[in-house]
């Protein structure tokens, strides 16, 4: 949360429910993609897009260096993201699972 807004943390929680249902309303890669792309900043979006490509690294277990070499993200990035598959909140792993994630880079 920002530190200067006005907002309860109850208003900060009926915000984010608000984001979190007009996401799964969403019915396809098409609307997804349009609404993250007026979402987000292209730079905001990238930055998403890049993460989620570090989780597809992580998970073939390729070293943080390669993973930097092959996206350009920051070691620190990578770092926080696989902290986060490890130890966050489930969010990644749920999303791996159901969408199993393909192994397109094996090669590298």
Same mark, same amino acid.
């Given at each position: 949360?920002?530190?200067?807004?006005?907002?309860?943390?109850?208003?900060?929680?009926?915000?984010?429910?608000?984001?979190?249902?007009?996401?799964?309303?969403?019915?396809?890669?098409?609307?997804?993609?349009?609404?993250?792309?007026?979402?987000?900043?292209?730079?905001?979006?990238?930055?998403?897009?890049?993460?989620?490509?570090?989780?597809?690294?992580?998970?073939?277990?390729?070293?943080? $260096?390669?993973?930097? &070499?092959?996206? @350009?993200?920051?070691? #620190?990035? %990578?770092? =926080?993201?696989? $902290?986060?598959?490890? &130890?966050?909140? @489930?969010?990644?792993? #749920?999303? %791996?699972? =159901?969408?199993?994630?393909?192994?397109?880079?094996?090669?590298?």
């Amino acid at each position: 949360m920002k530190p200067n807004r006005n907002e309860s943390e109850r208003q900060q929680h009926d915000a984010e429910d608000a984001l979190f249902e007009a996401v799964i309303s969403l019915r396809n890669r098409d609307e997804c993609r349009n609404f993250f792309k007026d979402l987000c900043t292209p730079a905001e979006l990238q930055a998403l897009v890049d993460r989620w490509q570090v989780v597809e690294y992580l998970e073939q277990d390729l070293p943080y $260096r390669k993973i930097h &070499d092959l996206t @350009g993200v920051s070691v #620190t990035t %990578i770092g =926080r993201v696989a $902290r986060f598959l490890s &130890d966050g909140f @489930g969010g990644y792993r #749920t999303a %791996i699972e =159901r969408t199993r994630l393909p192994e397109r880079h094996t090669s590298h």
